[in-house]
Every structure is written in C-alpha cells, then in structure tokens.
C-alpha cells in the first residue's frame, strides 16, 4: 500500500473538520457580502444587488500593464502606450478596473479594519494572476513607511500576499522591500510628479539579498494607478538581481477614455 492511501482517510477527515469548522463560523456570524453587509449564502460571495457594479478584467489585456485592449488574444497584445514604453516590470494582472464596488471592498480593507476582506480578494487575485503565478518563486508586498503602518497597524498588501500564498503555496517576502521614506500621498499628482517623488524610495532589505538574487517575483498590492508604485519597487528589485518581476493587484484604475465611457 502506498503512503498516499494511507494519507487519504485522514486527509477526508482533515477536509469534513474544516466543513463543519465553516458551518459553525457560519452560523455564529452569518456571512454577509463584503461590500454592503447584506446576507449571503456563503463567506466571499458577492450579492446580486452589488455584483453588477463591478467591472470584471477579462482578456485580451495588454500583456505589459494589463489593462483590456481590442483585437484578438493571441499572440499577446501590447496597449500603445506600453509600445512606446514598456514598463520596468515584466506584467501587471488585477481583478477588476477600480470604482464602484471594487472601490468600496478596497477601500474597506484599507481603512475600516476589514481584514477579512483579504482572504476572498487573494482568492480572485490568484485567479486572475493564474499566468504570473505559475512562473513565481516569491510573492513580495509593496511596504508602508513605518508611520503609516504604526497609524493604520497593518499592511494591506501584506495581507492579500499571505492570503494568495495560502492559495498557490508561493512563499511570501512580508519584509523584503522596505521604504527608505516617507512619500506625499499620490492620488493627486501626475504620473511625472509620481515618478520623482518616489526616485530612491523603496530598497530590498540585506538579509533579503541572497534570496531575491535570480528569482521571478510577483510585486503584490491593492491597486495598480500608474504604475509609479509599482515600477518603483521593481526597480530596487531588479537591482538586487531579481531575474523578473511582474505584479499583481485587487484592481487597476482604469484609462480615462474607460471613466468616461
């Protein structure tokens, strides 16, 4: 007899404990949806009153920054505005383009203390980075400064890297990168002012070194705007020898020809 059939009875015992484990859950705090609080049937589903304001990414994408293009899948189409220039990272991939509902349960997890919220979010990142995680060795978070992660006491993207992690079995780096500064809030400059105001601003920590040298890592965060962020942080990757970097996100803000349609 082999050792998996001998793992296999405790291995269906194991899975029924986690079934009643979540019948219990249940039915002391009755899941609701994680964007407006109303029953569902089961944690991490979305109700009908709200899944029709998200705005879902399906292919063709821009196989560089990872927003919807026209035209056919294959081979892989590149946006033109990667075209005339490619990002840093190899490839960016998120769930959904950020407003209405997705806005919301981000925003939730971000400010509201829904840490919850993180472990539904990793199971669709890890749906829609499907391509990038079969390539991964390591999942990597993109930092706070140590003030804001003293006032808001955790890191979102933190979050969704374990909770992914948990899901594909890719070690997660919770600290490799670290913010060398502090940096002013970005939701109000442009892309330019982005990018200098965040020139030196992310570094790979040196007990890290040894272990980024030569791996492709998938760079995690909320959401990808600009890309400022996130290029950022390839950057000190790849400097530290990274063979690749790609990046993963709940959500990307989408092209404003996409707000206005």
């Known amino acids: ?44 589903l979305i109700c009908y009153a709200c899944f029709p304001r998200f705005r879902p990414i399906a292919p063709p994408v821009c196989d ?63 749906r829609a980075g499907a391509d990038l995680l079969r390539e991964a060795d390591l999942l990597v978070p993109v930092p706070l400064h140590l003030r804001r992660l003293v006032a808001r006491r955790y890191n979102q993207a933190a979050l969704l890297a374990r909770a992914i992690s948990r899901v594909s079995r890719i070690p997660v780096a919770v600290d490799a990168l670290r913010r060398t500064r502090a940096t002013p ?26 272990r980024i040298s030569g791996r492709r890592i998938v760079l995690i965060d909320d959401v990808l705007t600009s890309g400022a962020t996130a290029e950022a942080c390839a950057e000190a990757l790849l400097a530290a020898g990274a063979a690749a970097v790609d990046v993963l996100a709940a959500a990307r803000t989408p092209p404003p020809s996409a707000d206005a349609a």
């Open 185 to 210: 809030a970005l939701a109000e400059l442009s892309r330019e002012e982005r990018e200098a105001s965040l020139i030196g601003a992310f570094a790979v920590r040196p007990r890290w070194r040894g």
């Open 1 to 44: 007899m082999r050792a998996d059939d001998l793992l296999r009875p405790a291995h269906a015992l194991a899975q029924r404990g986690v079934r009643l484990a979540r019948l219990a859950l249940d039915a002391l705090v009755p899941p609701t949806c994680p964007v407006c609080d109303t029953p569902v049937e089961a944690a991490g």
């Open 64 to 126: 560089a920054c990872g927003l919807p293009v026209r035209g056919e899948d294959t081979p892989p189409p590149i946006c033109p505005a990667c075209a005339s220039r490619r990002p840093l990272f190899g490839r960016a991939r998120a769930v959904w383009l950020y407003g209405g509902a997705a806005k919301d349960v981000i925003l939730r997890l971000k400010y509201a203390d829904r840490e919850d919220l993180a472990v539904p979010l990793g199971w669709l990142m890890a």
